[in-house]
């Protein structure tokens, strides 16, 4: 019975907080390892997508179960001081939760261009509880609930247009075709690029993003050394 209750002391507290961050740290050093020395294919790639997005909500949740284990020291004392504690810092907390949907969106990175009310610059920083952009009057700070409620678009993506169109014609199928692009670093996989059908068969059309300083002419001279007809505009009968 010792054992079972073990965890609900300062000790066990202290404990978790050790493994939570072990965890974390376990984590971060997974996704750097896949990332080094996986095959850039398709669903190696989502996966990894994946991970990064669940680093993002990791400590959120961790903390969840930390004040879990705080409480179960002493259910009505703690209880008190963490609702009293949430009640002050709930505009904090709105903030940084805000910010994790924002910062999960593949979209948003560190040099997109961002453009919402009274806003539009290069995304220089994104901070805890808000990013800075680089405007033409200077360097601007924007907390992440003033954005989730005025909104935004993001008009470019590391210097490139953040989705492109190209018109195909191949025998491959859409998977094959996918893991034949993934295998070439020229299309940024954080931004997938989509393919749906045509109006023939043997018709697809390619939606995707470009890594930093690729360009559509590197993408077509690819597919094209792979027999597969490429055309920027779709020819209209």
């Known amino acids: 019975m010792e054992d079972i209750t073990t965890f609900y002391t300062w000790k066990g507290l202290f404990y978790l907080s050790i493994g939570l961050i072990i965890l974390y740290g376990i984590i971060k050093l997974v996704i750097r390892f896949i990332e080094k020395s996986a095959k850039k294919n398709l669903s190696n790639k989502r996966f990894i997508f994946w991970l990064r997005n669940s680093l993002f909500f990791y400590v959120p949740v961790a903390v969840i179960i930390f004040i879990l284990g705080f409480i179960s020291i002493n259910y009505i ?65 924007m907390n992440y609930s003033s954005i989730d409620v005025v909104g935004f678009t993001i008009k470019s993506n590391k210097g490139n247009v953040l989705r492109q169109t190209l018109y195909l014609k191949t025998e491959l199928t859409k998977d094959a075709l996918l893991d034949l692009l993934f295998d070439n670093p020229i299309l940024d996989f954080e931004e997938k690029p989509n393919l749906r059908n045509g109006l023939e068969p043997e018709d697809l059309i390619l939606k995707y993003t470009l890594e930093s300083g690729a360009t559509t002419e590197d993408l077509i001279s690819f597919l094209t050394a792979q027999n597969i007809e490429t055309k920027v505009t779709r020819k209209v009968n």
């Open 77 to 141: 004392t703690h209880t008190i001081l963490v609702v009293i504690s949430m009640v002050f810092t709930f505009p904090y907390i709105r903030n940084y939760l805000s910010g994790l949907i924002f910062k999960s969106n593949p979209i948003v990175n560190k040099g997109a261009i961002i453009k919402s009310t009274n806003l539009e610059g290069e995304i220089k920083n994104l901070l805890v509880l808000g990013m800075i952009v680089n405007t033409e009057q200077g360097e601007q700070y």
